[in-house]
Each structure stands twice: as C-alpha cells, then as structure tokens.
C-alpha cells in the first residue's frame, strides 16, 4: 500500500476509470471534423459524464 501512496496509483487509477466511463457512455470517436466543433462536443460530453458520475454510480 505504501508504494500506491508514493507512486500516486489511486489518483491515476480514478482518472483512467473515468476516462473508461466517458468512452462507454459516449464513445471513443469524435463525430465533428474542424477543431473548434471538436472542442464543444469534447466539453459538452466532459460535463455530461461529470454530471452523471456526481449523480452516483450504481451499486453492487
């Protein structure tokens, strides 16, 4: 355990399971072709996820 405290391995493992959960939810791909459309959509579905994860996740 000391070397997850050490290492930062809990943060890191928190930021890859949401990046998990924004590709489940709203896919890997972006659908916009020019970078400033790109952005919006990224952002949107960024507090979309955010949203949801504030919300609570289901229990086992």
């Given at each position: 355990?000391?070397?997850?405290?050490a290492t930062g391995y809990g943060q890191r493992s928190?930021?890859?399971a949401q990046i998990g959960r924004y590709k489940k939810v709203?896919?890997?791909?972006l659908r916009s072709?020019?970078?400033e459309?790109?952005?919006?959509e990224t952002r949107v579905a960024v507090k979309a996820v955010n949203r949801m994860t504030r919300?609570?996740?289901a229990a086992y």
């Open positions: 355990m000391a070397w997850q405290k928190r930021g890859a709203i896919g890997p791909d072709h020019k970078m459309t790109q952005t919006t919300l609570g996740r």
